[in-house]
């Protein structure tokens, strides 16, 4: 069985930082193309950003391009998302999803974790 | 960025058959994707590539479309179905999607 479990997520204020982690299980996670995907009742969902297999591609959306960074470790089946120079509008839950690259929708989904940036 | 335009709210009867729109701004080719999120969990793909049945789905529900005008169906309903159904593309950068359809039983 395919599990996402984030976790990492919390109260920050606005302009420090908060690392999240993803641990998957039940696939060969080295094989797959991970993602991080927010959440919000205003904005709906977005994705935030993608990366490759191995790693050594990435992608992000505008807003978050130079603040958060990708990477995963295929030996910890573990993916991130480091999240730096916060802001209110990054308020949201945050979601690991497998896929989310090479045109490919995002088959699995963690259940998700909230982070709040307020001071 | 690709806006995916749905009506934000339909109510059907168990039994019938209900269609979810998706009108996009602008072509999406064929990478057209379907998740249906009840409240408290997280999202959930239902089809892919506008008409492929994700694993372990139904064939209740089906998706059809082409172009910028995309459609999930589901025939028949059962009240488990009570959800929020988001479309999504992977055709231009970034990734969108649409606002959800609320589905509800009557």
């Known amino acids: 069985e395919v599990q996402l479990v984030e976790s990492g997520g919390g109260l920050v204020q606005p302009g420090r930082s908060l690392k999240l982690s993803c641990a998957a299980s039940g696939f060969t996670f080295s094989n797959y193309g991970m993602a991080w995907v927010r959440q919000t009742p205003t904005k709906g969902l977005e994705w935030v950003a993608s990366i490759s297999t191995g790693g050594g591609n990435t992608y992000y959306r505008d807003s978050v391009k130079g603040r958060f960074t990708i990477s995963r470790d295929n030996a910890k089946n573990t993916q991130y998302l480091q999240m730096d120079s916060l802001r209110s509008e990054d308020t949201a839950t945050y979601y690991c999803a497998r896929g989310g690259v090479q045109l490919g929708p995002f088959d699995y989904w963690g259940q998700g974790v909230m982070v709040t940036v307020s001071s | 960025d690709t806006v995916l335009t749905q009506s934000p709210a339909l109510a059907v009867s168990p039994g019938e058959r209900v269609s979810i729109s998706c009108r996009a701004s602008?072509?999406?080719?064929?990478?057209m994707h379907w998740y249906q999120q009840k409240p408290g969990q997280q999202p959930k793909l239902l089809i892919y590539k506008v008409s492929k049945l994700a694993s372990g789905v139904p064939a209740r529900f089906s998706g059809s479309g082409s172009g910028t005008d995309f459609t999930l169906t589901i025939d028949p309903v059962e009240a488990d179905d009570t959800a929020t159904y988001f479309c999504?593309?992977?055709?231009?950068?970034?990734?969108?999607f649409g606002a959800g359809t609320k589905l509800e039983l009557k």
């Open positions: 602008e072509g999406v080719n064929s990478y």
């Open positions: 999504q593309q992977s055709w231009n950068d970034p990734y969108t």
